[in-house]
């Protein structure tokens, strides 16, 4: 079964619990609308940081999935 945008909503997920997720988040979305509107009306010379901040939801997302899922991160083996 395929995850949709709901099954995201940070409300769903138990990592949204976490405040420093959910400040990061919440800064990410209202840096991510800015970006979107300097694009739209070309102001945005770059964007890198529009693709660096789409990056960081999806990973603050995944974050909050695993939680979800039960799923930790594995320790790195030591060389």
Do not use: C
Not at 2 to 26: K, N
Not at 34 to 63: K, P
Request: without cysteine.
């Amino acid at each position: 079964m395929a995850i949709g945008s709901q099954d995201l909503a940070p409300g769903q997920l138990r990592g949204f619990d976490d405040d420093r997720l959910s400040e990061e988040l919440r800064k990410a979305k209202e840096e991510l609308f800015n970006l979107r509107f300097q694009s739209a009306t070309g102001q945005l010379e770059s964007h890198g940081r529009l693709r660096a901040v789409r990056r960081d939801i999806a990973r603050i997302y995944t974050i909050m999935r695993e939680r979800e899922l039960g799923i930790t991160e594995a320790p790195e083996d030591e060389a």
